[in-house]
């Protein structure tokens, strides 16, 4: 409800400034309000539960996951917090960005999803990109 609220806001904001809605504004509002934060600069101690812990002050956390190595199982220094709404992921960002979790200091900003529809493949040729060489 939150987001319907803010993004009506916006509209109206738009249009009374320039007296039309800029279309390329509305959509990057809807792209940045998530409820689903990239944490940062994590220390290689911190696992899934301190995390959550770390950040469910804020609201309730749906998931909290630190990305780990698959060969190795060691943390990748960054991970993923899901809250239940916009609101509660927008107070851990600005309370969070920038302060000390388990010695070090942690970045927080809003999670983009880079990841391609579909399962990853190799080319049918057996190559990895480029020419085969033969």
């Known amino acids: 409800m939150a987001f319907y609220n803010k993004l009506g806001s916006l509209t109206r904001q738009s249009a009374s400034q320039s007296g039309k809605v ?3 504004h509305m959509l990057n509002f809807v792209r940045h309000m998530s409820s689903k934060l990239f944490i940062g600069g994590l220390s290689y101690g911190t696992d899934d539960r301190s995390l959550k812990e770390a950040f469910e002050s804020f609201g309730d956390v ?3 996951r630190v990305i780990v190595d698959r060969d190795s199982g060691r943390s990748r220094g ?3 917090v899901n809250f239940s709404s ?3 992921a927008s107070s851990a960002l600005s309370a969070m960005d920038g302060k000390e979790l388990n010695g070090r200091n942690i970045r927080v ?3 983009q999803d880079n990841r391609s529809s579909g399962p990853r493949s190799f080319r049918g040729d057996g ?3 480029g020419n ?3």
């Open 132 to 134: 085969s060489g033969y």
């Open 109 to 111: 900003s809003y999670a």
């Open 22 to 24: 800029s279309v390329s």
């Open 78 to 80: 960054f991970g993923f």
């Open 86 to 88: 916009d609101d509660c």
């Open 62 to 64: 749906v998931e909290a």
């Open 127 to 129: 190559g990895f990109g």
